[in-house]
């Protein structure tokens, strides 16, 4: 009995390799791995494309801003609101044309609309570019 005991296991031990529930089991781990990383991931990349957009409409708030300060330093008075960014200013540039010189061209494509001032202060606007909408009101930035 312990000669064929002994032949049994020389020939099992003799063996390299995995048998086919190991590797199952281990692929199995690997696709739960994979459905916790890649939602969480995924998170984290919209939120730092939300960011990035936030920053970009950060720089047009500070280049209308300046085409305000601007006008208001020419003496010309800036509306009280505009419909788009296509409309002329006293200048008789848009304020689109107007960004994207202060922004070498930067933003070419984007569109502004419902862009507000008040007492040559930025109060609120929109701002689209490549598919992402952001909302300047009340201080606070919004992507759509």
Known sequence: MKMVLKQQLRKKTGRKGFTLIEVIVVLVILAILAAIAVPALTGYINKANNRAVVSEARNIYVA????????????????????????????????VASI?????????????????????????????????????????????
């Open 100 to 144: 994207n010189e202060l922004t070498d061209g930067t933003y070419v494509g984007s569109e502004i609309t419902d862009i507000k001032y008040a007492s040559n202060k930025i109060t609120e606007f929109v701002w689209t570019h490549n598919g992402n909408e952001v909302t300047f009101k009340d201080g606070k930035y919004t992507v759509a």
């Open 64 to 95: 209308l801003q300046a085409i305000a300060t601007d006008q208001y330093g020419q003496g010309t008075a800036v509306a009280a609101s505009y419909d788009t960014g296509s409309e002329a200013l006293p200048d008789g540039k848009t304020i």
